[in-house]
């Protein structure tokens, strides 16, 4: 009698123990094990079918931040051919979006932006391309994202810009993994296709 009782007891502490620990496990597992980084401050800039952007167009929605311009000769063509495969990735989810800040928004006109969008295979509706007072979007890139960006009239171009990536979850918080130290990255390499990788992986987590 005292061999069954004693199984009977613990098997009732493990099924205690289990009714109370797998929720906990699979809310655990179902967390993205990501860092935030920062919000987003307001913006609100023209995009290239001329409709007004701002943050609430992006409100429950995962999205991918870039600073670059149409006539960049250097690192905006490898930016745009990546961001291209998170577009195919996520083409048919409304619920993943880009933003593509143009730095220099004095040519980067809504019609300029529109072309450069088709001539570019940029179909996603959740994809804007946007311009508007370059102050303002400097000040974002700068200050609200940290990616710096500026001009640079000694430079073939005459601007000079970060080539990463930045991940904004549903609430406008910025976010990134970890690496193998426990560190956020902050941001994705956006010229490398590991960057590109991870991203996918993370915007996934966050669906």
């Known amino acids: 009698m005292k061999k069954n009782y004693s199984y009977i007891g613990i098997s009732f502490i493990i099924l205690v123990f289990g009714i109370w620990a797998v929720p906990k496990i699979i809310n655990t597992l179902s967390k993205p094990d990501l860092e935030t980084i920062g919000s987003v401050p307001q913006f609100s800039f023209t995009d290239q079918n001329g409709k007004t952007i701002t943050n609430d167009d992006f409100k429950d929605k995962i999205y991918v931040v870039e600073f670059f311009f149409t006539t960049c000769p250097s690192i905006c063509p490898i930016m745009t051919e990546n961001m291209l495969k998170i577009q195919n990735e996520f083409l048919g989810n409304p619920k993943v979006g880009i933003a593509s800040f143009s730095i220099d928004p ?60 930045a991940l904004v979850d549903q609430k406008g918080n910025i976010r990134s993994r970890k690496d193998e130290n426990g560190n956020p990255i902050i941001y994705y390499d956006g010229l490398e296709e590991k960057g590109i990788q991870m991203l996918k992986e993370d915007i996934k987590k966050l669906l």
């Open 106 to 165: 004095d040519y980067d006109t809504p019609q300029i932006l529109k072309e450069y969008a088709q001539n570019k295979g940029i179909t996603k509706p959740q994809w804007h391309l946007l311009t508007g007072p370059k102050d303002e979007i400097f000040k974002l890139a700068n200050e609200g994202f940290n990616l710096y960006v500026g001009e640079a009239p000694e430079v073939e171009g005459g601007f000079e810009h970060s080539g990463f990536f």
